[in-house]
DNA sequence: CTGAAAGCGCTTACAG
DNA sequence: CTGAAAGCGCTTACAG
């Protein structure tokens, strides 16, 4: 039914070599500029295309990049697919796109990059297991995990210096003199939740103030559930720090719900600024995460793994911005 | 660097022909089960994969699918490009994912996903130029167009039957005797904006009852600045409905931030049904979308045209619900 | 600057 | 059930 037009057609109605016509479809290679000009006629005419397939099946290359990504749910992640596609196909490089639904990425996803032959694989928002780490290691081809990591894995990792920030963010709440303070966790196996709960919750050890930490697991619903359960308990905390943005909204609502005043009562602190948490409604007060930096990194290490091998792990840093839900 | 392992190695090692290690990896061809475990063994041994470009190369089946996508801004397509990824995924196809940013796909995009040889292309929430949609067909590609429709374009489209859907919420919003009645539009050059435009402002056109025609943009911000002028020229409409339910979302938060109430004094209503409009703090009456049967009834027209020709057009229903926006 | 030829890693008649 | 061989549509030394 579909029948591709190949370079030998476009090469016999032009009278050269069907070489000649890959040459021509090759930057840089060298050919004279009457035939570039008469096998390009011709090609039009054909509507003739490389076929990117063959191509790779003899360059080696396939100019694809496998991207895993979960929880399609947080808008965060949205962001970070918009600018992963975008700079990704400013280098040329096409996107494989796969959705997980475990926090684990399978071996069954992991063979089909494979199968297509992508030299590189980003992973989002997910894990992988060590075995399939080693297997691809094996197939020399290059992983980064974005935003997570795993000091046992040896593979690429960009995230942003979790600890770091949450212990500024800390900084920023003790000064506010708090004293009910809150931490709503995330998925407690993700290594987000764990570094961003021990950057606040050790600065506060060392200080001998007790912060009361809630199990979330990143979503709005549980967020609005624990913190209005808190607030029908009477425990009105001084300041709510999620896990990421949308918990924060969700404790925000539930407060909102409840009608403790924003920031007077109670002080609420995100983590992402992801658009919505700058609605005019919200106007949450957040932890930035640098994404296009992040992107930039992500595609940095997967292409040096293209020059030689060991993997590095980058931890970019961020800021807060200060918005209307603390004081 | 990276040194792909052949069949011819796997035929080596197992003592058979390269024929046989095909035939194991191809469903259906027949080889003795002592073979097939032997081969099975070796290539395990040697992390041997087929190669995907090659077989596509001799079948002329990529089994790839290319997705342009849109406005990454609107949470409606996250999800719909969640459930397209899985339901793609489960068929067997990949999904070679392109994020465009022009509300109509380039020529660039479509060539990319021509050089790979997709089996289909799956456009949402953008449109393509005659010009392309002929070229595709030249190239016999099929397209589908996801939530848009042309009647001018010869190429498939599944959306919502906006226009009867626009319909019954105008009835709905009659019945609860409305008069100062708004419209806040999506962008404005969309067939989606259009239809919902036309479905409403029609039943009250025939009733004799004005419809006030907001200019939006299927943006938060436009609608939240709209309502807010609207209410700030003390114009406080009965209902507000919204062409999408960001545009709605909006559209509340500027009433709230006004201290209107809703639903007692401007009831609100969107469209689509996204995650968030269920949120507690929204509890956003909205039309359904089921964006399950749309995904489906793409891909179905998309493998329909795998056997025959021609194209399509499928709208499908939705429905009302009803949250605490409206009385 | 250009052509003939080898080869990338597969599938699939064909013959046995 | 199995192997030898042709061929998918390209790129790229090699030779001229």
Chains 1, 2 share one sequence.
């Not at 370079?7 to 069907?18: H, T």
């Not at 790779?56 to 749910?73: E, V």
């Not at 001084?238 to 409840?258: E, M, Q, R, W, Y």
Request: glycine residues 4%; charged residues 25%.
């Amino acid at each position: 039914m579909k029948r591709i037009v190949s370079a030998i057609e476009v090469a016999r109605l032009a009278n050269v070599s069907q070489s000649t016509v890959s040459r021509v479809f090759t930057p840089g290679a060298s050919v004279s500029e009457k035939t570039r000009q008469r096998v390009l006629e011709v090609a039009e005419q054909l509507n003739y295309q490389p076929n990117a397939l063959a191509r790779s099946l003899i360059t080696k290359r396939t100019n694809m990049i496998g991207l895993a990504m979960k929880d399609i749910q947080n808008p965060f992640y949205h962001e970070v697919l918009g600018i992963f596609t975008n700079k990704l196909k400013a280098k040329g490089y096409s996107v494989l796109f796969v959705y997980t639904e475990n926090e684990e990425i399978q071996q069954e996803e992991i063979n089909h990059f494979l199968e297509y032959n992508v030299e590189g694989i980003i992973i989002t928002d997910a894990m992988l297991s060590s075995n399939i780490v080693t297997k691809l290691k094996n197939n020399h081809i290059p992983v980064t995990l974005f935003n997570r990591y795993d000091k046992n894995l040896e593979c690429n990792s960009v995230s942003c210096d979790n600890i770091n920030a949450a212990n500024e963010i800390a900084k920023y709440v003790d000064h506010l003199y708090c004293e009910k303070i809150v931490f709503i966790t995330g998925k407690i196996n993700t290594s987000t939740s764990q570094e961003r709960q021990e950057g606040f919750v050790n600065y506060f050890k060392n200080k001998g103030i007790p912060v009361e930490i809630l199990e979330g697991d990143y979503t709005y619903e549980r967020a609005f559930f624990l913190t209005k359960e808190l607030i029908e308990k009477d425990y009105v905390p001084d300041v709510i720090f999620g896990a990421n943005d949308i918990t924060a909204l969700g404790a925000l609502d539930a407060l909102k719900s409840k009608e403790i005043k924003v920031p007077e009562q109670t002080m609420v602190i995100g983590f992402d600024d992801i658009k919505m948490s700058s609605w005019p409604n919200y106007n949450l007060s957040t932890w930035v995460q640098p994404i296009e930096e992040m992107v930039d990194e992500t595609i940095r290490l997967l292409e040096r793994n293209q020059r030689e091998t060991g993997h590095k792990t980058v931890k970019v840093q961020g800021k807060f911005i200060h918005r209307q839900t603390t004081k």
